[in-house]
């Protein structure tokens, strides 16, 4: 899709030769004028939060240094 949007191909016929929605290649196209990229960036931290907070994280590591 992207070479073919840089070629200057219209999108219905990139969707066409692709066999993709005209969606995707609105997709691609805008990403490529906004990000300069296929994939948009990430947005925010992924992954699951901490358990515990960095206080206690720092409490608890002195709790057991100095303990043994």
Do not use: T
Not at 10 to 21: F, K, L, N, T, V
Not at 23 to 34: D, G, I, L, P, T
Not at 41 to 68: H, M, T
């Amino acid at each position: 899709i992207k070479r073919f949007l840089r070629l200057g191909w219209h999108p219905d016929a990139i969707a066409g030769h692709e066999r993709c929605s005209r969606h995707a290649v609105s997709n691609v196209q805008e990403n490529m004028q906004k990000y300069g990229n296929v994939r948009r960036p990430l947005q925010g931290r992924l992954g699951r939060p901490p358990a515990i907070s960095n206080e206690r994280r720092k409490a608890l590591f002195n709790k057991l240094i100095y303990s043994s």
